[in-house]
């Protein structure tokens, strides 16, 4: 598998370095897609393509009486503008900062290389390149259309690059459980009655009360929460009614306060939910004040399932060594919508790190992160290869 994986490398280096050059946002990928589409055509894989969004689904394999495994690849940018030096970086405005495209060119080699061997799979693979990690509604979207259905799908593989400086290039990463978090976010708005800030007491200020409610619910985590409970709560912006030519001796009507709240236990978002509130209460009535809450559930922690995990761990280190995959103790606290399949099927997702060791490294989601797209063959041969070892299972 290895070897036929090493064959395609410069395959998915061309088929990731296309795709960065076009990178699309959001649910409709329509370039992105085209070139998919030409690429299964390519290899004689018939495809699916869906109604609410430019995703696609494929099957390979002709033994109807075997089990269902699914290959899932993301493939949306994110509205980024790249800021490095590659040949082939982008030209629309949109980066491939998270990967996406290494992914997509990950899957289609494993594609090929499944392909060929279509009459001996023990089961068939279905094939999902997906649309709309980056606004949480792909998965969604192509859950509700059936991508899990026709054939039934028993259970998902998944991969993302990381860029870790502490591991080797094209070394891997899983953890059992809770791999990612939650994203969940709120939104507060206290209010009171502004008035002149040279008389304070002749206003409810909300200013003041917005102060006490951001230094208690951080309290939450710190005197509430078991601390091998991972919760990480960020209040990610604060203004006034105020316009930018707000002046200082002002007091507001009302302010107002966004965060996000990312958990590695699905129990704890309702708990987290709860208890907000429940400091915006006391302190506006305390206060004098009023407010407005609103808590909107996002992606759901994703868990990865314990026998997926420990055949993807005997996977990678039978075809790429001994040592070739960790196994964290620690989930990651962002989010991917890959936990909605995980909710429906037991699924695995791993990481494979695609850093230049010589290279200063930029995180993902920077602009000028850069990735190793030398190592891919080492992603795809996982991937296909996990496949099959399900299906023998």
Do not use: W
Request: with cysteine; aromatic share 6%.
């Amino acid at each position: 598998m290895l070897e036929s994986a090493k064959k395609l490398n410069d395959y998915m280096m061309k088929c990731r370095r296309d795709l960065h050059q076009i990178p699309e946002i959001g649910l409709n990928l329509y370039k992105t897609i085209e070139y998919i589409k030409n690429e299964l055509t390519n290899m004689n894989i018939e495809f699916k393509e869906f109604k609410n969004c430019t995703g696609i689904s494929a099957i390979i394999g002709k033994n109807i009486n075997g089990k269902v495994i699914a290959l899932r690849a993301d493939m949306d940018a994110l509205p980024i503008k790249e800021q490095t030096d590659v040949e082939f970086k982008s030209k629309n405005g949109n980066m491939h900062a998270c990967g996406h495209d290494v992914h997509t060119a990950m899957l289609l080699g494993a594609a090929k290389i499944l392909k060929e061997k279509e009459e001996e799979l023990n089961g068939r693979v279905k094939l999902i390149f997906q649309p709309g990690e980056e606004t949480g509604d792909g998965a969604k979207c192509m859950i509700e259309e059936g991508v899990l259905k026709n054939p039934k799908v028993d259970a998902m593989i998944a991969q993302h690059v990381i860029m870790m400086p502490n591991l080797r290039a094209g070394q891997l990463v899983v953890k059992k459980g809770g791999m990612m978090a939650s994203s969940d976010k709120f939104y507060i708005k206290i209010i009171g009655k502004g008035g002149h800030a040279s008389t304070p007491e002749l206003t409810k200020d909300p200013i003041f009360m917005a102060n006490q409610v951001m230094n208690m619910i951080q309290g939450i985590l710190t005197r509430e929460n078991d601390v091998q409970n991972p919760i990480v709560l960020s209040i990610s912006n604060i203004k006034s009614e105020q316009p930018k030519s707000a002046v200082s001796n002002i007091i507001p009507n009302y302010v107002e306060i966004i965060g996000t709240v990312r958990c590695l236990e699905n129990y704890s978002r309702n708990f987290i939910k709860k208890r907000l509130e429940e400091i915006i209460k006391g302190v506006t009535i305390t206060m004098n004040g009023r407010y407005e809450y609103k808590y909107s559930f996002g992606h759901p922690a994703l868990y990865n399932d314990n026998e997926m995990t420990d055949m993807i761990i005997n996977t990678s280190n039978n075809i790429l060594g001994k040592n070739s995959i960790i196994e964290n103790s620690k989930g990651a606290m962002g989010s991917e919508d890959a936990a909605y399949y995980f909710e429906k099927i037991p699924g695995v997702y791993y990481a494979i790190n695609t850093i230049y060791e010589n290279e200063t490294i930029y995180p993902l989601h920077n602009s000028k992160v850069h990735i190793n797209d030398e190592v891919l063959y080492k992603g795809c041969a996982v991937i296909a290869q996990g496949a099959i070892d399900f299906l023998n299972k």
